[in-house]
């Protein structure tokens, strides 16, 4: 029997039409012999786990000084305020006037590091500054030009200082933070001169609440 000849879709009986001799020529208008009924719906699974909440850190932001900078401690105020030309990634925090520029009231880390030299020994105190006036005193840190051999030479001597602090504080809209340097003592170091390196000043904070 020729089962091809019965592949019209209008009058082909479906037992010919499903014989293995018609299928393979027959596919285009006969049901495949393979492909069975589609089955029920199974039920729906359980819920999976919800994911971790994401991040709250809305408001971030920093910078730090391109070149170096040498004060005079004889002749420098008060309180001086470091270079910070150079931005880092900013959220809803500016940088202005060697400034970070607070623009989302909340709470928020405040990290700062102070690296400088200078040729004799001496003492400066490294803090940060709210708004020009108000230093946070959790941040102010006293330290000593500690004397650092050059390596290139046993008879050429140094001091330096390195320093690292950070804090929580709360900030609001529109206050400005800066790094500033103040020379305690200074009576009893007048020749201090403080070269800050490439770097050496640091300033960022990060909203945590």
């Known amino acids: ?120 020994p001496g003492e400066i105190q490294t803090l940060v500054r709210k708004n020009q006036t108000d230093a946070f005193p959790y941040s102010a840190i006293n330290t000593q030009f500690m004397e650092n051999t050059l390596p290139s030479s046993s008879e050429r001597i140094s001091y330096a200082v390195d320093t690292q602090n950070s804090f929580i504080a709360n900030l609001d809209s529109g206050d400005i933070l800066d790094l500033s340097v103040f020379f305690p003592n200074l009576s009893f170091y007048p020749n201090l001169v403080v070269s800050v390196y490439r770097y050496g000043a640091v300033l960022y904070a990060i909203k945590i609440d």
């Open 1 to 120: 029997m020729n089962y091809y000849s019965h592949c019209n879709p209008s009058a082909r009986p479906d037992s010919l039409c499903r014989h293995p001799a018609c299928v393979p020529r027959c596919l285009p208008c006969c049901p495949s012999p393979i492909k069975g009924a589609t089955g029920a719906t199974g039920a729906t699974g359980a819920t999976g786990a919800t994911g971790p909440a994401g991040s709250t850190q809305s408001a971030y932001g920093g910078a730090y000084n391109s070149q170096p900078q040498q004060i005079i401690a004889q002749t420098a105020p008060d309180e001086l305020a470091l270079t910070l030309d150079t931005p880092m990634p900013l959220k809803d925090i500016g940088l202005e006037n060697n400034s970070l520029q607070i623009n989302e009231s909340g709470v928020y880390q405040v990290f700062y590091s102070f690296n400088a030299s200078s040729k004799v």
